[in-house]
């Protein structure tokens, strides 16, 4: 997750989206690594994989206020 983030900070959308796969695979109830599949997703304009990612997300801990700004 932290890796995905970092790679996300350095617009490498694809590194971070292969650490963000790598993470909801690995854990799949873990909210924040949906979230950076979803910041990894907008940085490589797929909104809709996007969407799905923020929204497995918000499902997952729906009183998350910071994954609501994201």
């Known amino acids: 997750s932290n890796r995905s983030a970092a790679h996300a900070a350095l ?3 694809e590194e971070a989206a292969a650490d963000g796969r790598r993470c ?3 854990k799949p109830n873990w909210a924040k690594g ?3 599949l979803g910041a990894a997703c907008m940085g490589l304009k797929l909104y809709g ?3 799905e990612a923020y929204e497995r997300a918000m499902g997952l801990e729906p009183d998350d206020a ?3 700004k994201a």
């Open 24 to 26: 909801v695979a690995l």
């Open 66 to 68: 910071s994954l609501r």
């Open 34 to 36: 949906w979230a950076r």
């Open 49 to 51: 994989d996007a969407r």
């Open 11 to 13: 617009e490498h959308w």
